[in-house]
């Protein structure tokens, strides 16, 4: 029988045969469930985009042209710059970053951010609005890494 279609089928084929991918999908047989396991997609930054970096003189690179494959993709605003915020609560006491306008997988987005960011960091997704906020202020931190991967 053919396997069942998931919602995470259509990232297995972006990869070649020869790279490394961590998966287990059971075959549809009545009374069991299809499930996915850890999906591994590596988050490897190209020399040539660090090098487009540390050239722009303000720190502004246009996002790649075609946009890196990746199981999340978070699109700019209006005025081309990443939907990454500070938000300040409780009268300043806490503080948020805030990551809008992300389509895809939010839970890979996090574990992306975590690998990046470090363990201790405490994240908060919001699948309705389709955000990711982060306790603390990491806003710098986070816009290099979604710039260094073609964001």
Known sequence: MAARMTPFSRYFNLFSQNTPILHCLKAYKPGLKTRVCAVAFSYEVRSERLEEIAKSPSGWVPPLNPPPSL??????????????????????SLV?????NIKGDLNELVRFLKENLGEEVHFQTNEITSQVKIKGYHKEAVVRLLKEHGF
């Open 71 to 92: 199981p999340f993709e978070i699109k700019r605003s209006r005025t081309n710059n990443l939907p990454v915020y500070v938000d300040k609560k409780r009268g300043g």
């Open 96 to 100: 948020l970053t805030v990551i809008r």
